[in-house]
């Protein structure tokens, strides 16, 4: 059975840690120490494990990593200044968009990305976005579901890579959640018309169903 790469980002080192994982024996082996010129925090993998996105703060930016198909190794690519600290970094399922959500500055931002995964200038920023907290695709890339937890809502935009203001408030722009709750961490579900989000600060977990065909949000259930 093929190991697993398996990727840990250090803050205080600067740097992602590449380990393989053997799933039989339980086995890690470090394999590569990626060196970053800022505190890393979130990272990306994409879909089909080709490119890796981090976050960096101090020196705040977007930066992007080819993964070796064998060993799950990185090759940087090419870093671009974020405006805002990175907190959660998103990407299309076509690699042709990236995006930081930023707690501290309350805002998003689009970047375009090259065929080969070079990152371009942010060419959108939303702001007044309060403890933006996530971007979360849906699986065909049309839609964007963002977690503002100072707000206790979730912002729903449509995605359009070949615009150059990518992403358009959906209608409704927002599902608001229990006040209180700050809405944090979101996932879809595997059929893409379920998501679920895990709120922060009353522990809650949120069942929403999502109506792909015009990024609707609806409150089902919560525990």
Not at 28 to 36: F, N
Not at 147 to 170: E, H, K, M, N, Q
């Amino acid at each position: 059975m093929p190991t697993i790469p398996l990727y840990v980002s250090c803050a205080a080192s600067r740097e992602i840690l590449v380990f393989s994982l053997d799933p039989e024996a339980g086995h890690l082996t470090l394999r590569q120490r990626q060196a970053l010129p800022g505190a890393g925090l979130p990272l990306k993998l994409s879909a089909d494990r080709s490119l890796l996105l981090a976050g960096t703060r101090d020196a705040d930016a977007l930066h992007t990593f080819a993964v070796a198909p064998d060993d799950g190794t990185l090759r940087p690519i090419g870093q671009v200044a974020s405006p805002g600290a990175p907190t959660y970094v998103g990407l299309t399922p076509q690699r042709d968009l990236a995006f930081v959500a930023s707690y501290r500055d309350n805002l998003l931002a689009a970047f375009p990305l090259a065929a080969d995964g070079t990152p371009g200038t942010a060419c959108q920023v939303l702001r007044d976005l309060p403890r933006a907290h996530a971007a979360v695709c849906s699986a065909d890339g049309r839609w964007l579901l963002v977690p503002t937890l100072g707000a206790d809502a979730i912002r729903s935009y449509a995605s359009v890579a070949t615009s150059a203001a990518p992403l358009t408030p959906a209608v409704p722009p927002t599902v608001e959640v229990r006040l209180g709750s700050g809405p944090r961490h979101l996932v879809f579900a595997a059929d893409g018309r379920q998501a679920y989000c895990l709120n922060d600060l009353d522990n809650s977990l949120d069942a929403f169903d999502f109506d792909p065909a015009c990024g609707r949000l609806a409150l089902r259930q919560s525990l």
